[in-house]
């Protein structure tokens, strides 16, 4: 039986990836319908919504979506699009794997960690106020009870489900005690649940520090909105780039993933861009939809490819453009 997805192309370098995806989904048989509706800076040229009624139709129809890169017009009156769309639908947990791959020219080879970030609350939860009197800007970093609990039973209930055996709940409670004493009473309170998984946690400057000397120490990783906003960047960079890696936004009834990066315009249309992030976002994808061999062929696949410098796009050292990258890929898969 097919599945309904909404597919959210994007501005820039979007169209192409997604193409990459498409492609190889048809190669693997994936039972997947494409529902495509734009967002972005694509939809506000033609004359439509920054993020148009037709897209959260969509989604309210098919409960998942893979998205492209989104550009958000720098002006004043515009909201971040993936921000929107998070606090729309309630995407609370955002989901970053971060893992060496074999081939990749990094800093590391044995990172294999899985960041958890509260995705709604925290200073992007939009309480700001300026008074131009004064020329002075307020930003509430707003974490409840209820968002600490829930993101972190996640990270818990993830752990539980993969076989990991760690948790580390990243704060700030020694400066901003009332916050960091929500988040750190959420984790004590999760982790009686789970007496199999050891549970621990780390200044948030501190584990930056952690992180660039000791990666191979942590395993799931669980934070505020804001805090995660570095931390997946940080990982990311561990294991070669924002290109590289998955993003996914899951709520208890909707889940969008998605690349991370940049729509990159200055090289849109011209083939080169890297499809990896998002093929990975997509292989996420899968799984949440238990279609597991599916994601199993492609990943593997992935992987071989990643593995072989020629087949890789410029930005890997490789000399492929991204059809190129894709057509290697649908070689490979078993």
């Not at 309480?127 to 970093?141: G, H, P, T, V």
């Not at 600490?148 to 539980?160: C, D, G, Q, T």
């Not at 949440?288 to 199993?296: G, I, Q, R, S, Y």
């Not at 930005?315 to 898969?333: K, S």
């Amino acid at each position: 039986m097919q599945k309904k997805v909404t597919l959210i192309t994007g501005d820039g370098i979007g169209p192409e990836i997604t193409q990459s995806v498409k492609r190889i989904f048809e190669a693997v048989e994936v039972p997947i319908v494409w529902e495509e509706v734009n967002a972005g800076l694509t939809s506000l040229e033609h004359g439509d919504e920054l993020i148009p009624q037709s897209l959260i139709d969509s989604i309210n129809e098919t409960r998942v979506a893979l998205k492209g890169p989104i550009t958000t017009p720098v002006g004043k009156g515009f909201k971040s699009v993936n921000v929107q769309l998070r606090q729309m639908f309630d995407l609370y947990q955002n989901i970053r794997p971060c893992r060496s791959t074999p081939g990749i020219d990094s800093k590391f080879d044995n990172v294999d960690t899985v960041l958890f970030r509260e995705n709604t609350e925290g200073l992007y939860a939009g309480l700001e106020f300026y008074d131009a009197r004064l020329e002075m800007a307020d930003s509430i970093a707003r974490v409840t009870k209820k968002g600490s609990l829930r993101i972190v039973k996640a990270a818990f209930e993830y752990a539980k489900n993969q076989g990991r055996e760690k948790v580390t709940l990243v704060h700030k409670a020694n400066i901003l005690k009332n916050i960091g004493r929500i988040f750190l009473d959420a984790g004590d309170e999760v982790a009686q649940d789970y007496p199999e998984i050891e549970m621990n946690d780390r200044i948030i400057d501190n584990m930056c520090m952690q992180l660039v000397i000791r990666p191979e120490d942590y395993d799931v990783i669980v934070t505020t909105n804001l805090f995660g906003d570095i931390l997946s960047d940080l990982c990311a960079g561990l294991v070669g780039g924002l290109g590289l890696v998955a993003g996914a936004n899951v709520g208890d009834d909707f889940a969008i993933f998605e690349a991370v990066h940049g729509s990159a315009p200055d090289i849109a249309g011209q083939g080169k861009a890297n499809p990896t992030a998002i093929i990975r976002s997509a292989i996420l994808m899968l799984r949440h939809l238990n279609l597991l061999d599916h994601a199993d062929r492609i990943d593997q696949a992935l992987d071989k490819t990643l593995a072989e410098k020629s087949s890789c796009t410029a930005d890997l050292g490789g000399d492929q453009g991204t059809q190129g990258f894709t057509d290697a890929v649908i070689n490979n898969l078993k």
